[in-house]
């Protein structure tokens, strides 16, 4: 069964850092593409960065760039999205989610998601 | 950037109704097109992709269609277990995703 477990999210003030986690298993997980999408409370979804099976390729929303880094361990199994200088409009549920093989961008499987809020 | 319109925002019907949700692209994007359903308190699920695809173990009952710039997915005999927001993404360019439409029971 295929499962990403989120982790990392949490309270911090604006300009803060954060560091989220997501460990997958039940697929292989070097062989697709994994992105992380957020949905910010009672709004819609909105896609924030993937990253190619063997890490060289990242790409993310305009709004993120320069501030959040996508990266990966596929020895571990683990995704990770290191957020800086997080703004008000950051906060959100952010998922990991794994793109179908050899999909472009389709979302086959989430995870439950996990926390991060803004505020001072 | 792709932007991506669904119609209507909320829709209400009884069990047993037809109805469909409409997605409309900014620009061309082919097939490249999936349906989403979420329900509250809970992470999405992928219905249908490049537009007509249905997922496996997703009921027969749902169905997508269209190409190009316009987009419908129709569930063809409403249940209670669907209602939930359902949200259409272009994989053509990006991963945009349209602002959602919440399918309510009557």
């Known amino acids: 069964e295929v499962q990403l477990v989120e982790s990392g999210g949490g309270l911090v003030q604006p300009g803060g850092s954060l560091r989220l986690s997501c460990e997958a298993s039940g697929f292989t997980f070097s062989s697709h593409w994994m992105s992380w999408v957020r949905q910010a409370p009672g709004k819609g979804l909105e896609w924030v960065a993937n990253?190619?099976?063997?890490?060289?390729?990242?790409n993310y929303v305009d709004s993120v760039k320069g501030r959040f880094t996508i990266s990966r361990d596929n020895a571990k199994k683990s995704l990770s999205l290191q957020m800086n200088s997080l703004r008000a409009e950051d906060a959100a549920v952010y998922y990991c989610?794994?793109?179908?093989?050899?999909?472009?961008?389709?979302?086959?499987?989430w995870g439950q998601g996990t926390l991060v809020t803004v505020s001072s | 950037d792709i932007q991506m319109t669904q119609s209507p925002s909320t829709l209400s019907a009884f069990v047993g109704d037809r109805v469909s949700i409409t997605c409309r692209a900014s620009?061309?994007?082919?097939?490249?097109l999936a349906w989403y359903q979420q329900k509250p308190g809970k992470a999405p699920q992928l219905l249908i992709s490049e537009a007509t695809s249905l997922e496996s173990g997703v009921p027969s009952r749902f169905s997508g269609s269209g190409s190009g710039t316009e987009f419908t997915l129709t569930i063809s005999s409403l249940q209670p277990d669907d209602s939930a927001t359902y949200y259409c993404?272009?994989?053509?360019?990006?991963?945009?995703f349209g602002g959602g439409t919440k399918v309510e029971i009557k």
């Open positions: 989610v794994r793109e179908g093989l050899g999909s472009g961008r389709i979302l086959d499987r």
């Open positions: 620009q061309y994007i082919s097939s490249s």
């Open positions: 990253i190619k099976q063997d890490g060289t390729m990242e």
């Open positions: 993404q272009q994989h053509y360019s990006g991963g945009s």
